[in-house]
């Protein structure tokens, strides 16, 4: 957790620092003697050891914590937030070489949606509506996803699961060529797997009524048509594989050579870059090895869909701007941020170019 820095005058006394958790248990205390006349707390960290035993255990390591300092008689206490934004910026460095070794695009895109994706706007408890809490970490069928970011999460002890698969989705987009996501950080995990939420929240590929079951889903985290049809633009990035889900062919032209794991169906040819061509290649179905699932046809079936769609297939930048506003309003809907404003760590720069999509290049040739 991150503590804000502050400078305090002292005068030469003997000075007590007592870090609590929420229960108020004691967790440490010493003794700082000072023959100078200023105390920065920057150098008086929250004191979350570095120790594997102190991070094993995980309800402390999620918890705020606050410390006091006794300061002649003035007792101060900062505020210690859910995640540290120097850990965080250095993360997504991380997590940038994570993707160009790996080409994990889609599963971080997925994976941040997905913890994400099971608020329900009509229950007001945290953590019981839902939302990016870091509970996705306790699924079997999405584990090997999170286990992708489990050696950066043990890097970097200051960042909370939510945060860390929410920043992984945001960077992914931006990595592959798609807009900048406009995010923000210091989500609170949940614990224990007895507080996720209950299975059924998230979209059906292929429902009896696609159009209705979207509506279904979407409208109860509080977004609406234009957020549906925005939000199934990234499926410009990745494979279906049947094995799996039951959708697509085990491989296409497209998809034999990899990158990584060669097979699966893809919505796009080059299905790691982020672009508007899903809803160009939706459009025409003139491809038999591209995947049209009955959620992607609905968007040029049902009119209100259709004309967020349309837009879309000819207009690009419409699109980023589009989805990088519903990306950020999925991402932050249900979550429990600390502080609760929320913590940024854009620093201004530009998105870079991505490198050229050569599926050859990148084949392991393994499953």
């Known amino acids: 957790m991150a503590c804000l820095s502050t400078t305090y005058s002292a005068s030469t006394h003997s000075h007590h620092y007592h870090l609590h958790s929420s229960t108020r248990k004691p967790i440490a205390s010493l003794s700082l003697l000072s023959s100078s006349p200023s105390i920065t707390l920057s150098s008086l960290k929250c004191l979350r050891s570095s120790s594997s035993s102190f991070f ?19 007792a101060v206490v900062p505020t210690c937030f859910a995640s540290n934004t120097d850990q ?52 079997i069928e999405l584990k090997h996803a999170a286990n992708l970011l489990q050696p950066i999460k043990e890097k970097y002890p200051g960042v909370t699961y939510a ?45 009896p009524t696609p159009a209705s079951h979207l509506r279904d889903v979407f409208y109860r985290m509080g977004l609406s048509d234009k957020d549906i049809v925005a939000l199934s633009g ?10 799996r889900s039951g959708w697509g062919k085990p491989e296409t032209k497209y998809t034999k050579d990899g990158p990584g794991a060669p097979g699966g169906q893809s919505w796009t040819i080059q299905w790691l870059q982020f672009d508007n061509s899903y809803f160009k290649d939706i459009k025409e179905k003139r491809d038999e090895d591209l995947l049209v699932l009955p959620t992607d046809a ?16 000819v207009e690009q930048e419409t699109f980023f701007n589009d989805y990088a506003e519903s990306h950020a309003k999925l991402s932050n809907a249900g979550a429990k941020f600390d502080p609760p404003e929320g913590l940024s760590i854009d620093d201004g720069s530009a998105n870079g170019v991505p490198e050229k999509f050569v599926a050859a290049k990148y084949s392991s040739g393994k499953d």
């Not at 094993?56 to 003035?74: A, C, E």
Request: glycine letters at 8%; charged letters at 30%.
């Open 163 to 207: 945060d860390l698969f929410q920043l992984a989705s945001a960077t992914a987009v931006e990595e592959a060529g798609g807009p900048k996501i406009p995010m923000k950080y210091g989500r609170v995990d949940v614990s224990e797997p007895e507080q996720c939420p209950e299975e059924g929240r998230l979209p059906d590929a292929g429902p």
């Open 234 to 243: 990234a499926h410009t990035l990745g494979r279906s594989r049947p094995e």
């Open 56 to 74: 094993s255990n995980q309800k402390l390591q999620r918890r705020s914590m606050s410390h006091t300092i006794s300061v002649g008689r003035i």
């Open 298 to 313: 609905v968007l040029f079936e049902d009119p209100s869909f259709k004309e967020y769609a349309e837009k879309y297939a």
């Open 88 to 139: 965080l910026k250095s993360a997504k460095e991380d997590i940038k070489v994570l993707l160009k070794t790996t080409f994990c695009h889609p599963i971080m895109v997925r994976l941040g949606w997905h913890d994400a994706g099971t608020y329900n706007k009509n229950i007001e408890e945290w953590p019981q509506r839902g939302g990016a809490n870091g509970s996705v970490r306790f699924e």
